[in-house]
């Protein structure tokens, strides 16, 4: 009987009228504690950040963030190449498009003129962000500038040494490789044991899929590259500078350096020239090279049966070294990390502070370095909280001594260029890194002439204040090990 009702025209908007008086008296009450308890509620801050796959960290968090305090992320990604020269471009104006810049930590110097201080605006909200919490190789370097904390840190990096430890542990792949070098097959403790790994496992089919496999994999593209040569000429006994300031780059140590990786082409996959981090990171997880160097969230992708082919193969251990004077000595890549600051001429600075503290705060940052993700770890409590990695990688049977080997490598880091021009310096170098790479020069003219140019950069900064500069990193890198 009911089934043709209709309400009166009248009822309906009275309804209407009713149910909205309603939603407002009850929202009312709502928005007044919101905005009694965060008055920055309603506003919307502007995050400049390296662009996908590392941008995914922070839409994990979004519609969390902006529940919790009716702030909107406007999340701007830029190319990692491009972030350094976009975000200096609108800094250098006094522009206030960007309320947060993620960028390399070792341009702080640069930034740090550009950026707010964080003390005051913890202490005014209250905001615990645990830095003794953050591991010493990225607090001490990366977070602060000149004794004034401006930045926190979003992304742990550190290089590690990857293995397929099925394939290296293949007794007839043993003795095969025994019997044409000498010694036993094993992961490389050195540069040259490197190559002859690598030479060994490249052009045939170890892994017996069908398909010609390859010894390793690097980072060739122009960029970045410079990282793969970094820790090499480290390892040699090479440094950026010495004491007076003069480039060391072009000593025997870079030679030695690149000539090894120069050689190492020749193991890589076709195309090599042109792989970055994903190129590298992709030939590895579905098993293409036997063995690569890379960030810590390599070790992550190769246990998500989203992404890899290679579950429970990888093996993991400290980058190759060098023998000085008798002595192996190996040197991890910190190869940037990633800061997070607050440029001095946002307007919506309570806001974006708290941001900070949401997107690396213990428990809610935790899963960021725990999911597949590109965010490293980078806190103690990150590396002791075994169980959330084991809960959320089930199978994984050696996610304990991948965090301990992460640990390891930060023993013995190898710190970027902390001063300012860093950027700069690094640019040149990665240009005629990859001049000889490429066979447009041999090792050692593109090594004088990245160096000529470090001096121009110098003079031109001026060389008393980058002598200063560069005796400041000196001591933080001998008090963090490095040295």
């Not at 009166?8 to 149910?19: A, D, E, F, T, V």
């Not at 928005?31 to 309603?42: C, E, I, N, T, W």
């Not at 040494?161 to 007839?172: A, E, L, Q, T, W």
């Amino acid at each position: 009987m009911y089934e043709n009702f209709r309400w009166p025209q009248w009822r309906k908007k009275r309804l209407k009228g009713i149910i909205l008086l309603v939603a407002i008296f009850l929202l009312i009450p709502i928005s007044l504690v919101f905005a009694q308890k965060y008055p920055f509620a309603g506003e919307t801050i502007t995050l400049a950040v390296h662009g996908e796959p590392k941008s995914a960290a922070i839409y994990m968090i979004q519609d969390d963030f902006e529940r919790k305090y009716g702030v909107k992320l406007n999340v701007v990604e830029i190319a990692p190449e491009a972030l350094y020269e976009k975000e200096m471009i609108e800094l250098a104006t006094g522009g206030s498009a960007y309320d947060v810049v993620q960028f390399n930590a070792f341009s702080i110097a640069d930034y740090a003129p550009h950026l707010t201080p964080l003390k005051p605006l913890a202490e005014k909200w209250g905001l615990d962000f645990h830095l003794d919490d953050i591991l010493p190789a990225f607090r001490k370097l990366y977070l602060n500038w000149k004794d004034v904390w401006y930045g926190v840190c979003s992304d742990g990096d550190v290089h590690i040494f990857y293995y397929r430890k099925d394939i290296f542990n293949n007794p007839v792949y043993k003795q095969m490789f025994y019997a044409k070098y000498g010694y036993e097959l094993a992961p490389p403790r050195t540069w040259d044991e490197y190559l002859d790994v690598a030479e060994f496992f490249t052009g045939w089919d170890w892994d017996n899929d069908g398909e010609k496999e390859y010894g390793c994999a690097e980072y060739l593209k122009r960029g970045r590259m410079y990282w793969w040569f970094l820790d090499r000429f480290a390892d040699y006994g090479g440094n950026y500078f010495d004491e007076n300031m003069n480039p060391l780059i072009n000593t025997k140590p870079g030679i030695k350096a690149l000539k090894n990786m120069i050689e190492a082409i020749k193991y890589q996959p076709p195309g090599a020239l042109n792989y970055s981090y994903m190129e590298i990171r992709t030939a590895y997880v579905k098993g293409d090279v036997a063995m690569c160097k890379q960030w810590t969230c390599v070790g992550r992708a190769a246990e998500d049966p989203n992404e890899s082919k290679i579950l429970n193969k990888t093996g993991y251990t400290v980058v190759p070294g060098a023998y000085i004077g008798g002595r192996l000595n190996h040197k991890s890549m910190l190869a940037a990390g990633y800061t997070m600051a607050i440029p001095k001429y946002s307007k919506h600075k309570d806001a974006a502070v708290h941001f900070l503290h949401y997107f690396t705060d213990i428990k809610t940052g935790l899963p960021i370095v725990v999911k597949n993700t590109t965010v490293d770890p980078y806190r103690v409590s990150q590396f002791k909280a075994i169980d959330a990695f084991r809960k959320e990688y089930p199978n994984w049977k050696d996610v304990d001594k991948y965090l301990n080997d992460i640990l390891e490598a930060l023993k013995t880091p190898w710190p970027d260029l902390c001063i300012p021009g860093a950027a700069e310096y690094m640019d040149v170098l990665d240009y005629e890194l990859c001049q000889a790479v490429a066979g447009q020069k041999s090792p050692q003219k593109a090594l004088d002439d990245a160096a000529k140019k470090w001096v121009e950069i110098t003079n031109r900064l001026g060389k008393e204040k980058q002598l200063a500069e560069w005796k400041a990193q000196l001591k933080a890198m001998k008090e963090l090990g490095a040295l």
